[in-house]
């Protein structure tokens, strides 16, 4: 079964229509890549795959199961994290309290009066080990307001990992970011893919990050998808190249 089953969903902002018949199915370990010139629909699909918006039409399926009607927060309880294309962390927080909330969170210990020492053990060794999972030893105590936008999105991404996701949606994870650390984000993308095994769903505007990651690509225009395939077959793809070529002209 696949893990991700978006049907013939739509999205209208009056006569706008920002989404238009989309499906697309996701399995379960794959990396997929969402591309698309500005404003063809991406983000306005994530919200929807996330919960943010009410598909007009369509069905969205996790596992199986439908949950075009659940909230967001229902969506993350089974097992859906996204980020957001700006940046979503307390810059006024250490690093180590930015994680020490999806942590409580996810160990239902968030807002507890007092905690035992073993659940705080317990906590602290958890953030530890995102720390270091995201690259960020070194920074634990620093204000994240202060870190550089490669750590700040790796704080972020750590952040929804710790909720444990199965599915995590990543909307421009590299966007302002210079070449260093468009590559270091690619690098933690493609670890935590490989190592946690886990099914990512990545808008992408920059062409090398996603012919180096994806295993297949998805290309949105005006709201439709116009292709879908591997990374080879993209590239290729008349279809794909008039509407970049187009856009650009
Ligand atoms: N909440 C909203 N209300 C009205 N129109 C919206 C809303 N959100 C998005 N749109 C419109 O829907 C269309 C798709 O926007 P969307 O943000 O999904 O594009 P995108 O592919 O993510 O673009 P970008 O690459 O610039 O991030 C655009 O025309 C946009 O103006
Ligand atoms: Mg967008």
Do not use: C
Not at 41 to 60: E, M, Q, Y
Not at 85 to 112: D, H, K, M, W
Not at 203 to 222: G, K, P, Q, Y
């Amino acid at each position: 079964m696949s893990l991700l089953e978006v049907q013939h969903v739509s999205q209208h902002f009056g006569s706008l229509v920002a989404v238009n018949d989309i499906s697309m199915v996701v399995e379960t370990g794959e990396l997929r890549a969402l591309i698309g010139p500005n404003g063809a629909g991406k983000t306005t699909f994530f919200n929807l795959i996330s919960g943010f918006f009410k598909p007009t039409a369509g069905r969205i399926m996790l596992d199986g199961h439908d949950i075009t009607g659940l909230a967001p927060h229902q969506r993350v309880a089974l097992g859906m994290a996204r980020t957001f294309q700006i940046t979503e962390i307390f810059p006024e927080l250490s690093l180590r309290e930015n994680l020490r909330i999806p942590v409580e969170l996810a160990y239902g210990l968030r807002l507890s009066p007092w905690l035992a020492p073993a659940a705080n053990t317990r906590i602290n060794e958890r953030i530890d080990e995102l720390i270091d999972m995201g690259g960020l030893a070194g920074n634990a105590n620093r204000l994240v307001g202060e870190l550089a936008l490669g750590d700040q999105r790796a704080t972020e991404i750590m952040m929804t990992l710790a909720l444990k996701p199965r599915l995590l949606l990543l909307d421009e994870p590299t966007a302002g970011m210079g070449s260093h650390e468009t590559y270091s984000t690619a690098i933690l993308i493609r670890k935590l893919h490989r190592q946690q095994k886990l099914t990512i769903v990545l808008v992408e505007h920059d062409m090398r990050v996603i012919f180096n990651l994806a295993d297949r690509i998805t290309v949105l225009a005006e709201g439709a998808v116009l292709d879908e395939g591997a990374p080879d077959d993209i590239a290729a793809s008349e279809k794909v190249q008039a509407a970049y070529l187009g856009k650009a002209a």
